[in-house]
């Protein structure tokens, strides 16, 4: 059993105000000399970059749909391992999960999972009364979800925010702090949420300076310390990438990795797409790579003119799509210069637009040596009623498992990807 203080931020829909009092409350948080371990519910790659700058640590994701459910609690102590208090942000509504198949990756679910408490933040604004039926319905739809507090978001004045709590006073769900309605926190959205915060560090910075000001004068943080605190510890062990690794199919281990596996050679370099242009990732990818026995060597398209020496694996994630077309070119180009890339791991891009660096995509540029499944994002968003989720897979070795092993793989409601080229 591991103790680890936990809250999840949750909301009623998608627009309550969730990133702003999740990132708020992180860096409100880590203001006070707590360390606190930031998380994301789902598929998101966006957010966890804001959770970074608040706490100082990679933002990681508890995506019951990619992983597994029984892989949530695991993989939040590996993240949350030596904190003082972990934040995770719920996805959309708190019951929303995969569209056809019930709770599964819903933030209600991954609460249940984690065993944690959850704070629902409420969009107050045109209300008063009303509010207080709509947390009494959140609160009692599934007795296993605790909603163990609510903060109010959008109030307009004193009067107003004394008729919420006076409405809620009925209902046994605590307020736990009320935030005025005040011009917008630089925070610009485009289709896939937040503009990412490699494209704007230094005003997202700022931005996550005025969200832990906002939550800090507005909530009261030693309540929701001690809610979280309240939250008992969770059964099991934390996900470790080394077991990970020994535990795939005998395939992947006829052929090891690293100095161990290689006397006297140097461990294989993986090189990874980074910089702004490909932000879309999992933390626990390099870990599993350096588990593995990899060195894995960062490198941005968009800057460097070839791939790390002696590259032996490329893996290449994605990023917003008016990054696309430079990033992919600029690929193409380095895997061209470097002649090691032709034994290069071949990558699926884990998320939206899926076509990185092969031929047909949006880039029409030529192939690097790998393939994608058709761009499944192309006619779907993500919605309460119909997620698209992109088939993706980043493989290293070749062969693994679909899961947090040595390979990832996102199932896809989209009709079924194209099939590889011969020889792949």
Not at 127 to 152: C, K, M, N
């Amino acid at each position: 059993m591991t103790p680890v203080p936990r809250l999840v931020v949750a909301a009623p829909s998608s627009g309550s105000g969730k990133t702003t009092v999740a990132t708020g409350l992180m860096a409100a948080f880590a203001a006070r000399g707590l360390t606190v371990s930031p998380h994301k519910v789902g598929p998101d790659y966006i957010d966890p970059g804001y959770h970074a700058l608040a706490t100082g640590r990679v933002g990681r994701n508890l995506d019951a749909y990619l992983c597994g459910p029984e892989l949530i609690a695991p993989l939040f102590l590996h993240g949350a391992r030596g904190c003082d208090l972990a934040v995770v942000e719920g996805v959309m509504g708190l019951y929303d999960g995969a569209a056809g198949h019930g709770e599964l990756a819903s933030t209600a679910h991954v609460a249940k999972l984690l065993r944690a408490p959850v704070v629902l933040v409420v969009d107050a604004s045109s209300q008063s009364r009303s509010v207080a039926a709509l947390v009494h319905g959140f609160a009692s739809w599934d007795p296993e979800v605790r909603v163990g507090g609510v903060i109010l978001n959008k109030v307009g004045s004193d009067r107003h925010e004394a008729m919420l709590r006076e409405a809620l006073d009925a209902s046994g769900v605590p307020v736990l702090g009320a935030l005025r309605r005040v011009p917008r926190v630089d925070t610009p959205s485009r289709h896939l949420g937040l503009v990412p915060v490699a494209e704007r560090r230094a005003a997202a910075v700022d931005a996550v300076a005025a969200m832990a000001a906002q939550v800090a004068e507005g909530c009261d943080l030693d309540a929701l310390a001690a809610l979280a605190r309240n939250a008992g510890a969770l059964p099991g062990a934390a996900w470790d990438a080394a077991e990970a690794v020994a535990a795939v199919d005998p395939p992947a281990r006829d052929h090891p990795a690293g100095p161990a596996g290689f006397p006297g050679k140097r461990a294989p370099v993986v090189a990874v797409a980074g910089g702004p242009a490909f932000t879309f990732s999992y933390a626990e990818h390099a870990e599993l790579l350096a588990a593995a026995g990899a060195e894995v060597v960062t490198f941005d398209p968009l800057r460097d003119e070839q791939l790390p020496e002696g590259t032996a694996g490329l893996v290449v994630g994605a990023a917003s799509p008016r990054c696309t077309r430079p990033s992919c070119r600029r690929t193409n180009r380095c895997a061209r210069r470097s002649p090691s890339s032709r034994g290069a791991v071949r990558p699926w891009p884990p998320s939206a637009p899926a076509c990185s660096i092969c031929a047909g995509s949006w880039t029409g540029g030529p192939c690097a040596g790998c393939w994608t499944p058709a761009p499944a994002w192309a006619n779907g968003s993500l919605s309460a009623t119909g997620t698209r989720w992109p088939s993706a897979t980043v493989c290293w070795p070749p062969r693994g498992r679909g899961r947090a092993g040595t390979s990832s793989t996102a199932r896809s409601s989209s009709p079924a990807p194209a099939r590889p080229p011969p020889g792949v």
